[in-house]
């Protein structure tokens, strides 16, 4: 009898507790953010080199999705392909059409083209774009914004409001049709219309990073000032990995750039409705799990095709194919940091792997091809270093994991035995010792300097100039300067045992 009991007393807390925290959510978010102009899917590196991501592939994944889900974009959406920029961002109206998104927003990369332009995007997108702080400078709002949304989704009442910095418009040309008003005064606005008319959850879309300013409200302070936020999806960082934590109750979340897959937060509600629990997971969108939805890849395949025509002429040449590596020394990084060094007549020229996407062909070299081998819009940057701190960054370097820094104008012996910090034996610079107590003109990207990737040590520099040039534009010049591109000489990282 004892045993009875205790098996119906195990039953009722094993049930109580599924009642608690079922496996299965009741509502799905989905975020896609940082798209950045890389909508198809393609041979990751950082998936051992797996076809994965893109719009066909999103569309496959959310066809199988059996639990009800509501579909979200955070914006900068075109920055580093000739796809993305060349249509100025509108291929999203077009390949993303067939896609359930229920509400979209801009950010500061997505400004790069004035408000004209922008604005015709709002105007015919699929979705529309949450704009809690923004409006026309009539006071009005622009044609296909909303100030919020209010979304029923598998029976819950879901508020969605977005949020950009005012920062954004500093420096930005055709803008002036717009304003931006600060954050903190119109998400507690907006939250509480959206409570009034019964939201169960509110999520928060945040563009609130703005590029060179430390000034800008965070998402943590964000959460921390406005009550009743559950959810920040946040966009425009531009990092590849995902991203997650809390402040208080409210989930923060960043998808991860470059649409190799979507991030998810499950919504957990107790029998009366009250949200009870927010988890992320990092959904990597594997073609082979899930397919490509074959209208989607149409799309894109068209918009591929129509940007690639006028991109396909001649603007150099290579003797060889160069190629990359993120773990090692590269034939192509020794050639983009050659090129870099010579356009800053700088000392030295460091250049990150990660950013040195494909191969340079031998033979003819395309505009689209340049695009290929470097799609981010990443600004050289001018740095004057002590000889001291130059020798800790190249120290931290053999640290970075997966994007092995390539380098020009030095010769550095080390030693892949020691201990962290004590690897670098020697540095020439310009075939001279390098002077702990000398200065140094030394050229990398702003990405670099901002810790993309690992690369941090920069930071501790004399001076700082961002130059406002791209790299791609300096590789360019670099290719048409002379009419055949030579191989670039290797054996710059020297291991000795």
Not at 199 to 226: F, K, M, P, W
Not at 435 to 457: E, F
Request: contains cysteine; negative net charge.
């Amino acid at each position: 009898m004892k045993k009875i009991v205790c098996l119906i007393t195990l039953t009722i807390l094993a049930f109580l507790s599924a009642c608690k925290h079922p496996e299965q959510p009741s509502v799905n978010l989905f975020f896609t953010a940082d798209i950045e102009g890389v909508f198809w899917a393609r041979p990751e590196p950082q998936y051992s080199n797996e076809v994965t991501g893109g719009l066909s592939v999103l569309k496959a994944f959310l066809d199988k999705q059996t639990t009800p889900f509501l579909l979200l974009d955070g914006g900068n959406w075109f920055a580093q392909t000739p796809e993305g920029t060349l249509t100025q961002g509108a291929y999203f109206n077009s390949a993303a059409a067939a896609l359930p998104y229920a509400g979209r927003l801009f950010t500061e990369q997505d400004l790069a083209y004035g408000w004209d332009s922008l604005s015709k995007i709002i105007k015919t997108s699929p979705a529309p774009f949450v704009l809690s702080n923004v409006t026309l400078n009539n006071g009005k709002l622009p044609a296909g914004a909303k100030p919020y949304l209010l979304q029923e989704v598998g029976g819950y009442k879901i508020g969605v409001i977005g949020l950009i910095s005012p920062l954004a418009l500093a420096n930005k040309q055709r803008m002036d049709a717009i304003s931006i008003y600060p954050e903190i005064e119109a998400a507690r606005q907006a939250v509480q219309q959206l409570r009034d008319q019964g939201a169960q959850v509110i999520v928060a879309l945040t563009a609130l990073n703005t590029s060179g300013d430390d000034y800008s409200i965070t998402e943590a302070e964000l959460a921390e000032e406005v009550e009743g936020i559950d959810v920040i999806l946040i966009s425009n960082l531009d990092r590849e990995a995902a991203e997650v934590t809390r402040q208080g109750k409210t989930l923060l979340v960043y998808p991860g750039a470059r649409l190799d897959g979507v991030g998810q937060v499950k919504l957990f509600f107790n029998k009366n409705g009250e949200l009870t629990d927010a988890q992320f997971q990092d959904m990597a969108l594997y073609r082979r799990d899930y397919g490509e939805n074959t209208d989607v890849l149409a799309q894109i395949e068209n918009v591929r095709r129509a940007v690639q025509a006028p991109m396909n002429h001649q603007i150099g040449r290579s003797e060889k194919k160069l190629t990359g590596n993120l773990n090692a020394e590269s034939s192509l990084g020794d050639w983009a940091a050659d090129c870099l060094r010579k356009w800053a007549k700088a000392d030295a020229a460091i250049v990150n792997s990660a950013a040195l996407r494909d191969v340079l062909p031998k033979g003819q070299v395309t505009q689209y091809d340049l695009y290929k081998v470097y799609p981010y819009a990443d600004h050289v940057t001018l740095l004057t270093m002590r000889g001291d701190a130059l020798l800790h960054a190249l120290e931290a370097e053999l640290s970075v994991i997966d994007n092995f820094a390539q380098i020009a104008g030095l010769q550095v012996r080390y030693n892949p035995a020691l201990p962290a910090g004590r690897r670098v034996l020697s540095v020439l610079v310009n075939n001279k010792p390098l002077q702990l107590r000398g200065t140094y003109r030394v050229a990398i990207t702003d990405h670099m300097l901002a810790g993309g990737a690992g690369h941090d040590a920069f930071i501790d520099s004399l001076e700082f100039k961002n130059t406002q040039v791209e790299m791609r534009t300096v590789l360019r010049l670099c290719l048409t300067s002379t009419k055949v591109n030579a191989a670039p000489q290797g054996g710059r990282w020297s291991a000795q045992p």
